[in-house]
């Protein structure tokens, strides 16, 4: 169902009086307060009545107590905790049309006629249902002198929107369901800490991850820790797996290798549909290799812990975008489920991806393993594709064209030029074995432009870059040096070296050298060669993408120091912390970061602020503070304002905020370019040096490389990969600071202010946000 994007009026108060209703049902997910936060904040803002159903449809049956009204601070410092604040459980009497009609009975009587539902596709398959019998059931209440005839026409018709909240990604029509990446968090902290005593010891590790259904959670953790066997129901392992296994798992140890990982999702069987569960996979390593061999079961481990920037973000969003549905909904509106479509919120009809992911169930009980691949979406079939390409048991010994003929193998080469990004080596170990496994050599230019110079490149082979996925940094080392003056130097190595294709990875800088090489085309016919750039920065600032690889980490980075900062405070009553990002003159990380920390402000440098702005900031805190909130979170981009710099801002609020709270300053630096990359960077870095390998490919078969779109780079654009000639982007391109001309981002900033701002304070007169619709088979991008 594909829409045309409409703006719409979002005014204080412009639907005062309306009952509204949200609750969490089935399994819990981190991201579920995060989303419940927003419902609440944002349903207050429109001046609605909102209230919390505690324990899911059994507290809707039950009422009393467990119908509770809520206010601003009902839902502070929520955002940062896992599993969900007002409960979730199984309800057998909801089942019953009893239960619905007691139900129906406590909604009506506190006037709630709009519902938001966070589960997944039982509890909204439940709602729809319970949408259906409404008008029924009413009619019943009325029948029984429950309610009066007031009441039956007042309240009769009752409007529901979805949000999944679900660990198993596992529902169609949304990239990510709430918890995923938190979950895929969880078990790549589990297997980063097992490969090191695996290590130690010489061992085999079996991982046992969650998936009863769907394998998401073991390929994509499987990618992105390098395991060597991944077992999932949607693909099923031939019959010879044994054999297979074994055989792959005695080569890498005659090769060097000190450790295995297998990861086995708990709904995994083979071709018969009969399980394989880790004790089997164990019995088979055993029995024929008499390796030291673990299990480890993660079990509800991969459910806990404090979620992740990204399920902060997405339930921000899905929570705002819900309560707008339910406010613009009609009679005759088909409830919707809210979802994720690259980086836009978008609606699709409910009971549509309902028959969607039931189809997938089908399926697989059918043994079409091939269509529930298909079903299960784009992306799973390609990252099923990339991580067995990226498991071959050895590279063949010749490569093919197009046509299938043997062709001779390319010479390619893969540098940094920037900063240090997470995820940069999980791309160049993508790159290196994508290149060898085709017959190509991959030449690795150390030390950016100045190693190109000097000649510091090596001949790079499969071994080399065994263990580069989950290590932070950049191996191959990065500079921010650029070309200049120095190109006729490197027009000779490329010569030298007979390079026929060129991947740079970095951030502006590599953008900036790649533009230079394009452009001296005409001087040094060298650089007419295909040439590919993958932006990887934490700012986040390079044109022609939505995401950077290393934007994700660092902002994870960010939201976790100030989840710390804050605690810090908890013995300490009523503390405002001022908190300096980096990003130079892009706003990316403050503004997100701020949404995912709960900020009460953020201060960039794309959003022009005055003195009278960071006034009436501090006035607002004051008020929060007199209203029960105890701590305060400021976050300041480090190039916002010259002279409203962090300390500024500090000595502001100290002085203003005495008597009332005290302050605290930090500057974060380069804590945000360190740490392990998260789940999402390293998938998104080997995903993209494979497709970056395909599109060389092909432009070295059409010929010498003069055209524009022989120079490109290689970003996320809304909902799919995009090769933007470097050409195309300079008319995007903001050079003085940086920073693209248009950032998508900055539409979340008048969220974040709904979010932060209370109720009695807020009084911006309105403000537009923006709806797009997406079809329901979308391209995800992890």
Not at 24 to 35: E, F, I, P, R
Not at 251 to 267: H, P, T, Y
Not at 366 to 389: C, H, I, P
Request: with cysteine; net charge neutral; proline share 3%.
């Amino acid at each position: 169902m594909e829409g045309a994007s409409s703006q719409r009026f979002i005014g204080r108060g412009s639907h005062k009086g309306k009952g509204l209703a949200v609750f969490t049902s089935g399994g819990d997910s981190q991201g579920m307060n995060a989303a419940v936060r927003s419902v609440v904040r944002m349903g207050i803002y429109l001046g609605c009545k909102v209230y919390f159903i505690r324990e899911g449809y059994q507290g809707m049956v039950d009422g009393g107590d467990n119908i509770e009204e809520a206010n601003w601070s009902s839902v502070s410092s929520i955002i940062h905790k896992g599993g969900t604040i007002i409960g979730s459980a199984r309800c057998m009497e909801f089942i019953k049309r009893e239960g619905r009609l007691k139900a129906a009975f406590n909604l009506v009587t506190r006037g709630i006629t709009n519902l938001v539902v966070i589960g997944g596709d039982g509890s909204l398959t439940g709602a729809n249902l319970f949408r259906e019998e409404w008008s029924s059931l009413l009619d019943e209440l009325l029948a029984n002198n429950k309610i009066t005839k007031d009441q039956r026409e007042k309240y009769k018709h009752l409007h529901i929107a979805g949000m999944v909240g679900s660990i198993d990604n596992d529902f169609c029509g949304t990239d990510m369901t709430i918890g995923t990446d938190s979950a895929l968090h969880r078990i790549i902290e589990a297997i980063d800490a097992i490969v090191s005593t695996a290590y130690s010891h010489q061992r085999t590790f079996i991982m046992e991850v969650m998936g009863r259904h769907c394998g998401y959670l073991a390929l994509v953790a499987a990618l992105a820790s390098e395991a060597d066997q991944v077992f999932i129901p949607e693909d099923p392992v031939p019959n010879n797996w044994v054999e297979k296994l074994c055989k792959r798992l005695a080569q890498e140890r005659k090769s060097g290798q000190r450790l295995n990982i297998i990861i086995v999702a708990e709904g995994a069987i083979d071709r018969e549909g009969k399980p394989i569960t880790a004790e089997l996979v164990k019995k088979v390593v055993v029995d024929n290799l008499q390796q030291d061999t673990r299990i480890t079961v993660l079990g509800h481990v991969q459910r806990g812990g404090s979620p992740s920037a990204f399920d902060r973000i997405l339930g921000c969003r899905m929570g705002a975008e819900a309560v707008m549905a339910l406010m613009e909904a009609s009679p005759d509106t088909e409830p919707c489920v809210v979802s994720l479509d690259g980086n836009q919120a978008v609606r699709l009809p409910l009971m549509e991806c309902v028959r969607r992911t039931k189809a997938v169930a089908q399926a697989m009980a059918d043994k079409n393993w091939d269509l529930a691949v298909q079903l299960r979406g784009r992306s799973f079939a390609r990252n099923l594709e990339t991580y067995k390409m990226l498991t071959r048991l050895k590279p063949p010994k010749e490569a093919f064209d197009a046509s299938g003929k043997p062709a001779e193998g390319l010479t390619l080469a893969v540098m940094h030029v920037g900063a240090p990004a997470c995820g940069m080596n999980a791309a160049v170990r993508s790159f290196v074995r994508n290149c060898i496994y085709r017959g190509d050599t991959v030449l690795g230019i150390h030390d950016g432009v100045e190693g190109f110079i000097s000649g510091n490149i090596v001949n790079m082979d499969w071994s080399d870059v065994t263990g580069w996925v989950a290590q932070g940094g950049a191996f191959l080392g990065t500079k921010r040096t650029l070309p200049g003056d120095k190109k006729g130097e490197i027009a000779a190595r490329i010569k030298q070296f007979n390079i026929q294709g060129l991947l740079i990875i970095g951030g502006f800088e590599a953008y900036q050298a790649g533009l230079e090489i394009y452009e001296a085309r005409a001087q040094f016919p060298e650089f007419c060669i295909p040439l590919v750039v993958i932006p990887a920065t934490i700012s986040n600032n390079v044109p022609g993408t939505d995401f950077s690889l290393g934007s994700d980490t660092a902002l994870n980075e960010i939201t976790e120091i100030c989840d710390r900062i804050r605690q810090s405070a908890q013995g300490t009553k009523r503390r405002v912390f001022v908190i300096e990002t980096m990003g130079g003159y892009c706003g990316y990380l403050s503004t997100l970061a701020g949404l995912a920390g709960g900020a009460d402000a953020a201060y960039i440098y794309e959003e022009k602020f005055s003195i009278k702005d960071l006034q009436q900031d501090v006035y607002h805190m004051a008020s929060k503070m007199t209203g029960g909130i105890q701590r305060g979170l400021i976050l300041r981009n480090e190039k916002a304002n010259d002279n409203y710099n962090t300390e500024f801002i500090y000595r502001l609020y100290s002085e203003e905020g005495k008597g009332l709270f005290t302050a605290r300053m930090n500057v974060l630096g380069h804590m945000q370019q360190g740490g392990s990359p998260t789940p999402f960077d390293r998938n998104m870095g080997t995903k993209m040096a494979a497709k970056c390998l395909h599109w060389l490919v092909e432009t070295i078969q059409k010929g010498p490389a003069n055209a524009p779109d022989s120079a490109c780079l290689l970003g996320i654009v809304k909902r799919q990969y995009k090769f933007s000639p470097l050409e195309d982007l300079k008319a995007q391109t903001n050079f003085a600071q940086r920073i693209p001309k248009q950032q998508w981002w900055i539409k979340l900033r008048p969220l974040l202010r709904i979010l932060a701002k209370h109720e009695s304070t807020y009084e911006e007169e309105g403000l537009y946000m923006t709806v797009e619709q997406g079809e329901i088979d979308s391209e995800n991008v992890i």
